[in-house]
């Protein structure tokens, strides 16, 4: 899904010591942007990560909750390591979290010796859906692969991804759809750390913009 947007910012990797204004700067506009009701879909290079039309989230902390006995927390751990390895997971977006404290909870159900309905994972709502294998429109059955990656990708909507357009360029991407050439081989990648971190609204990054002399508000014309 594109998102039928006016306003496409692109992400580029800059300096490390322009990083933190142009972060701010982009936070800034994107408020702006958000405020004036300018659509917020944002895509990184090769346009492969796409967020959701939506405002700006704030929230810190995203807690699962899961039953142990269908799904090992290793699992569920290394899930959560494909995207702690994100720059600014944590900061720039929330951190995702066992059962606890947390602005949101999401329930993750694993239904291993189930087909999906066409797909090998869901997030509707609060709940995530992992079906060990799917469904094809001809009745064959095609297993899902790596648990971990699919539940990233869901983790992945549940942050404000959609999936990845189609292609070659962006099969790699936790947020690609799964098939037969990408199986066990999708990854969270920086363009999907960045457009992630467009739509949230940290602790972090509350304290970095009220403590930034350098920005300063202006009004649209
Ligand atoms: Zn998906």
Do not use: Y
Not at 44 to 59: L, M, S, Y
Not at 117 to 126: A, E, H, I, K, Q
Not at 128 to 155: F, K, M
């Amino acid at each position: 899904m594109m998102a039928g947007t006016s306003t496409v910012p692109t992400i580029r990797a800059g300096g490390a010591a322009t990083d933190c204004v142009a972060a701010l700067r982009r936070r800034l506009s994107l408020l702006l942007l958000t405020l004036l009701g300018v659509a917020t879909a944002a895509v990184g290079d090769a346009n492969c990560a796409v967020i959701e039309d939506k405002p700006v989230a704030r929230g810190r902390r995203i807690g699962l909750r899961f039953d142990p006995g269908s799904i090992a927390p290793a699992r569920v751990e290394a899930a959560v390591g494909l995207w702690r390895q994100c720059r600014n997971f944590g900061s720039g977006f929330p951190e995702i979290v066992g059962a606890g404290a947390a602005d949101r909870l999401v329930v993750v159900e694993h239904r291993p010796s189930e087909a999906g309905p066409g797909r090998c994972g869901s997030f509707v709502g609060s709940r995530i859906v992992l079906w060990g294998s799917q469904r094809q429109p001809d009745g064959t059955v095609r297993p899902c692969g790596a648990l971990e990656q699919n539940l990233a990708h869901e983790l992945g909507h549940v942050l404000g991804l959609v999936d990845a357009p189609r292609g070659g360029t962006c099969s790699r991407r936790i947020m690609a759809r799964l098939h037969r050439g990408n199986l066990g081989s999708r990854r969270v990648q920086p363009d999907e750390c960045m457009a992630v971190g467009q739509l949230w609204l940290t602790p972090v990054e509350m304290g970095r913009m009220a403590a930034a002399p350098s920005v300063r508000r202006v009004t649209s014309r």
